[in-house]
């Protein structure tokens, strides 16, 4: 079987929506840079749990980068300053 392809999203829509039984779903539109595009349904519980998901990898991002920052700053080896952050997000 052949790799998955990765793709860079351009951009993504959540949409609210109720089936003919009177049960609540959230439709997902992702779109690649390539035009590409990716539909999919998910029970709002499970958008909410991948939203918080995702809100704390962003603030781990930027958490990661600043201390990148920091490490630059102090003249340390990459692979030392690659160290401490893996060490901190394995802490969190």
Do not use: Y
Not at 2 to 19: D, Q, Y
Request: proline share 5%; with cysteine; hydrophobic share 50%.
């Amino acid at each position: 079987m052949a790799a998955p392809k990765f793709l860079v999203i351009a951009s993504h829509e959540v949409t609210s929506g109720v089936n003919e039984t009177g049960e609540p779903f959230c439709s997902i539109r992702v779109t690649s840079t390539e035009g590409t595009i990716m539909l999919g349904q998910l029970p709002p519980a499970d958008l909410r749990a991948q939203a918080m998901g995702d809100l704390e990898c962003a603030v781990a991002a930027d958490q990661d980068a600043a201390m990148w920052r920091v490490i630059q700053k102090l003249d340390l080896p990459d692979a030392l300053a690659a160290l401490v952050i893996r060490e901190l997000r394995e802490a969190r």
